[in-house]
């Protein structure tokens, strides 16, 4: 396992992929929220917004999964990587600390976080000192 000082997480409402990098490999850790069903329909003139309601343990799972690092990098395609920051202030002051980027990212492959990563945290200037 690699040492867990950086830590690059992909978020969106349902799913959190957490890699670890360092100079000698790649460890990731996938956490699933925890909601009553994926899909749920609007119908009209009905109250409520048609949106499934947020399962609010999930960011405090994903931010036990990044405790241990000292550098995190947070990407995501919608709203939950700024909801995660914003939890991370609130709630784990120490984490958000560590935090040195929000950016917002699609649906990269596994190999395209891990070479985001790489290039952000600049491993290869670590590898050479």
């Known amino acids: 396992m690699t040492t867990r ?3 690059i997480v992909w978020i969106d ?3 959190a992929r957490v890699f670890y990098v360092g100079v000698t490999g790649v460890d990731e850790v996938v ?6 069903t994926e899909h749920l329909h609007h119908k009209a ?6 949106h499934v309601a947020d399962d609010p343990r999930f960011l405090g799972e994903v931010a ?11 990407i995501g395609p919608g709203n939950e990587k700024t909801a995660l920051h914003h939890y991370l202030q609130q709630q784990h002051p120490k984490i958000a600390a560590a935090v040195v980027n929000v950016e917002t990212s699609d649906h990269p492959s596994d190999h395209q976080i891990v ?9 290869a200037a670590d590898a050479r000192r």
Not at 31 to 36: D, G, K, P, T, Y
Not at 64 to 74: F, K
């Open 31 to 36: 956490l699933h929220a925890h909601l009553s």
């Open 115 to 123: 070479a985001l990563a790489k290039r952000h945290f600049r491993f």
């Open 45 to 50: 003139n009905s109250i409520g917004s048609g």
């Open 64 to 74: 036990a999964a990044l405790a241990q690092s000292s550098e995190i990098l947070i």
């Open 5 to 7: 000082n950086h830590a």
């Open 13 to 15: 409402h349902l799913t």
